[in-house]
């Protein structure tokens, strides 16, 4: 299981987007139906129908799990964020180097699964330097656009033998 591969839970997502007047039940429903024809995942749907925009879902997530969100294809990684991890290594684990404080040896690491961040943790210890790790979430289409955009890398193949892929949806704060 590659990271960001778990457990997803599309309703909460769908909740959270109807509760911020981001989309209407109506556009939900347009999007699921769009999804389901294409084996999509229910955010690439939203995103591909041009429902709502990357930083919407971005919030969204943001609200659902408690991480900050900092968009990626509007404000590109610094060079040197870019340089500090391997892209076989982003590519594997669908993790995107956001920023760098050197003063701070803090590298900000955006995910699309607040789970990946425990992984991400123990991953630390095979960077050179000691870094301290912050997180930011985004969606999954936004995370696949900024790897494409500003890293080269491909988004993963889907098999058309596999059923479709569902959404991610952090669990609702306390």
Not at 19 to 36: F, I, M, N, P
Request: hydrophobic share 40%.
């Amino acid at each position: 299981m590659k990271a960001g591969d778990n457990v997803f839970y599309p309703d909460q997502i769908k909740a959270e987007l109807i509760r911020s007047g981001v989309l209407t039940d109506t556009q939900v429903q347009e999007a699921e139906q769009y999804a389901r024809e294409r084996g999509l995942p229910f955010e690439n749907a939203v995103t591909a129908l041009k429902l709502a925009d990357c930083a919407k879902l971005g919030e969204c997530l943001s609200s659902l799990s408690n991480l900050p969100y900092r968009p990626l294809l509007s404000i590109p990684p610094s060079p040197q964020a870019k340089s500090m991890i391997a892209p076989l290594c982003i590519d594997h684990w669908r993790a995107f180097p956001a920023e760098y404080n050197a003063e701070q040896h803090l590298l900000t690491m955006a995910i699309q699964d607040p789970d990946q961040a425990q992984l991400m943790n123990q991953i630390r210890n095979l960077l050179l330097e000691p870094y301290t790790l912050a997180f930011t979430i985004v969606s999954r289409s936004e995370m696949e656009k900024a790897l494409e955009v500003h890293l080269g890398i491909q988004p993963p193949k889907i098999e058309t033998a596999v059923a479709p892929v569902q959404d991610y949806v952090p669990p609702m704060k306390s």
